[in-house]
């Protein structure tokens, strides 16, 4: 036993001296009865990558088999570095005579013995296959940890409760300790600092886990995350240099394995990596303390070398040049930053001093500079922007990665009406999506401060938008929709304000001045039959007469007031109309907001409904860009299409193959930037007489299947001028002679860049971007060229 014992503290002094390489850290284990997702999944990869365990054989780690008092011990002396003392231990006479001299374990138990870890079930026994519980496991785990003279049981729940070893384990002291369970035991032991006592008193020492594994300080300076410069797979680290008064000195940068590690969680931070004996990749990291500043963004602003928020100074800092900044998930500087973006109000905000002196690092999240966006069409795959009309940008240059998160995780998942937040790295290669999907349905009781709040359901709201051309009235009811802050920033209402609350006056009658009255209204959700103050429905019952265009307010679960409306588009039989383009009269456009009231049926039609080539007109209201706002008709509204041309296009042409197959027919592939992206079509056999040119714009007839069957046309450039302005609907521009002109833009506009690439509307600059129009044959822009 002697020589045991000098051997035990021969191995205790070199595992002191000598440091060790390491071993990588798998995501996933070798164990078929550890599913990737269990609770222990980590705990047991840990372990298996520091050689604690190596399961029960048969690829099983035996998540749900009892634990023997023999594992046991032979677990906590690999965690403490022990496994070659416990080889050695072997060749020792058994300490207990239950425990041949051939037993697979009885090196471990015998060290264990030695150690003070194992005292035996008495009468010269150890009872190796005994099956261990609750509370014997911990109390193996707090001596390996250097804990002494801990009551039975309760001292030692109580303890290894304290320091965290029995979070979301509910057992009872004497119930069997399963391996699963003894897994997340001994993982959280490995983080847990070992004590020792110096005149009776505890002292907290390094962590379990530094027995098995080396350990290194680093700053974590990057990830391939936040800079594509750093490899998948690694992290970018500067060593620790040297520590002089509690400064510390941070050595060059350089790149380490990542491993299983999640490093994004530790940028700007000085951790200390551990890594096990074998290939060097970690296994844990632990943070040191680094002074740090967090605070949500409010005005937030740089003067000097001091930044301010919300006018309070916050720190102070070296020359912005010389402060990193994840911004956005993109590594920058704080010049950049200051430049080229802004540090939005609502965004996260940390600054480090890594080095305990100097904040020089900085991690700002969410800072979104479009807030409260609504979204006004689903996104589809392959589309380019957020709303058609935004320069809220999700494909194409410089956009490399999209990350949405909030209600939905995947960009094809938003739909209209979500709200969005969006913010891009300062190179606008990474977006960020909140997507908010929070709303409250109900009706406005009480409006406050002139509708700076309203009351819905009891509760308060702060309104930061409402319905199109309406501001919040008490009897209002719809759908609210809510940001992420709990405020209004829309309203859905049940009459519709998009539609200004116009309708068709069918009926009405007037019962007196104290009872009142009803109407009946074609209203945008069909007919509806409402009570009326008096004087609404003897206005109510003029128009109804004739079946006037009218506009109606609700008060108080009443029609209020009841208006004829002018129609600024004068009424006409037989108007000819564009189905396919949605233009009446060669010059009105409709849309999927227009309002259509038939008279015909007393219905109220939708745009896609209308596919006959004349109408009889009643009268419109026109709004911005010869949009039509209403329009009331008097008209059959369905025909049988006569065409084998099912649908028109317009592109510009990038690229084109000419080919000849069997049938010895020419066929043509040709690629084009068309109806807001990149399309590609085939023609049929024989349709094309004349090679297309790159670089031109013509216009692709398609059959049902998108197979061009007509000979291509060259579209000129309608005007040439400098953006003005430009809107969902239209475009302004200022032409050579310092005139203007405008035009309404297709729903599936498309703009071309410079060097002939896809772009969007949002790289229109006001007052300096040049651009070519051209125009589909109802005198709409389907392409907007950009030439300087």
Do not use: C
Request: glycine letters at 8%; hydrophobic letters at 40%.
């Amino acid at each position: 036993m002697k020589r045991l014992k000098k051997l035990i503290a021969f191995v205790v002094s070199f595992a002191l001296v000598f440091g060790a390489m390491a071993v990588g850290f798998a995501a996933t284990t070798p164990f078929t009865d550890v599913k990737d997702d269990a609770p222990y999944a980590s705990a047991v990869a840990r372990l298996v990558a520091l050689d604690i365990t190596k399961g029960v054989g048969d690829g099983k780690f035996g998540v749900d088999q009892p634990v023997t008092r023999a594992q046991m011990v032979t677990f906590v002396n690999r965690m403490l570095g022990y496994e070659g003392l416990a080889e050695m231990a072997k060749a020792e006479k058994s300490v207990f005579k239950d425990v041949p001299q051939n037993h697979w374990a009885v090196g471990h138990i015998n060290l264990a013995y030695q150690m003070g870890i194992a005292k035996g079930v008495g009468d010269g026994k150890f009872d190796p296959n005994g099956r261990l519980t609750y509370a014997q496991a911990l109390a193996f785990v707090l001596r390996a940890l250097g804990y002494q003279d801990l009551s039975w049981p309760y001292g030692v729940l109580a303890k290894a409760q304290d320091i965290g070893l029995t979070a979301g384990i509910n057992l009872a002291y004497n119930q069997v300790m399963l391996r699963g369970d003894l897994a997340l035991v001994l993982d959280r032991a490995l983080q847990t600092p070992m004590v020792k006592y110096v005149d009776g008193k505890e002292t907290q020492g390094d962590k379990l886990i530094s027995k098995v594994a080396n350990v290194t300080k680093y700053l974590v300076v990057a990830t391939p995350d936040v800079d594509s410069n750093v490899a998948a797979g690694k992290v970018q680290v500067k060593g620790i240099k040297e520590v002089k008064d509690g400064v510390i000195t941070f050595a060059d940068a350089t790149t380490i394995n990542a491993g299983n590690i999640d490093f994004n969680k530790y940028l700007g931070k000085v951790v200390e990596v551990y890594t096990v004996k074998s290939t060097g990749e970690p296994v844990f990291v632990d943070v040191t303390a680094t002074p740090e500043k967090s605070f949500t963004a409010k005005r937030f602003e740089v003067v000097n070398t001091v930044v301010y928020n919300d006018n309070k100074k916050v720190v102070e800092i070296p020359s912005p040049t010389e402060v990193t900044v994840i911004y956005n998930g993109g590594k920058t500087t704080l010049d950049q930053v200051l430049a080229k973006a802004k540090v939005e109000d609502g965004a996260s905000v940390t600054i480090l001093a890594p080095d305990n002196k100097t904040y020089n690092y900085m991690i700002v999240n969410d800072s979104f500079k479009y807030q409260n966006v609504r979204v006004t069409a689903d996104v589809k795959a392959g589309d380019k922007f957020i709303n058609a009309n935004s320069s809220l940008r999700i494909a194409g240059d410089p956009v490399k990665t999209v990350i949405v998160k909030g209600s939905v995780d995947k960009v094809t998942d938003i739909k209209a009406n979500d709200i969005i937040y969006y913010g891009t790295t300062v190179d606008g290669s990474k977006v960020t999506i909140l997507v908010v999907r929070d709303k409250v349905e109900g009706k406005v009781t009480t409006v406050i401060d002139d509708g700076a709040k309203v009351v819905i359901n009891d509760k308060t709201y702060t309104v930061k938008g409402y319905a199109e051309n309406k501001t919040p009235a008490v009897g209002d009811e719809g759908v609210f929709v809510l940001d992420k802050d709990g405020n209004i920033v829309y309203a859905i209402l049940k009459v519709s304000a998009a539609a200004e609350n116009y309708a068709i006056a069918l009926a009405a009658e007037a019962y007196g001045p104290l009872t009142g009255g009803k109407v009946e209204l074609l209203t945008a959700e069909g007919k509806k039959i409402l009570d009326a103050k008096y004087d609404a429905a003897v206005a109510a019952e003029t128009y109804a007469r004739n079946k006037d265009l009218v506009t109606y307010t609700v008060k108080d679960n009443k029609v209020d007031s009841v208006k004829r409306v002018e129609y600024n588009v004068p009424g006409s039989n037989n108007v000819t109309y564009d189905p396919t383009n949605k233009v009446l009269g060669g010059s009105l456009y409709l849309s999927d907001s227009t309002l259509i009231f038939n008279l015909k049926d007393n219905s109220v039609v939708k745009v896609g409904d209308i596919t006959v080539k004349s109408l009889n007109v009643v009268g419109a209201i026109k709004g911005d860009y010869n949009y039509l706002k209403v329009l009331v008709i008097n008209s059959d509204i369905t025909t049988k299409p006569e065409s084998d041309v099912k649908s028109v296009v317009y592109g510009y042409v990038t690229d084109y193959v000419k080919y000849t197959v069997a049938d010895n027919k020419t066929y043509y592939k040709i690629t084009a930037l068309a109806n807001g992206g990149e399309v590609t079509y085939t023609s049929d056999k024989d349709v094309i007489t004349t090679a297309p040119e790159k670089g031109k714009i013509y216009v692709f007839k398609l059959d049902a299947n998108g197979v061009i069957i007509k000979d291509l046309e060259v579209v000129q450039v309608k005007d040439t001028g400098k953006v003005v302005d430009y809107s969902t609907y239209g475009i302004k521009i200022e032409l050579a002679d310092s005139t203007r002109a405008e035009y309404a833009l297709d729903n599936n506009v498309t703009v071309v860049s410079k060097d002939g690439k896809l772009a969007g509307l949002g790289d229109l600059a006001k007052g300096t971007t040049t651009v070519e129009l051209y125009v589909n044959s109802v005198g709409k822009v389907v392409i907007i060229k950009i030439t300087n």
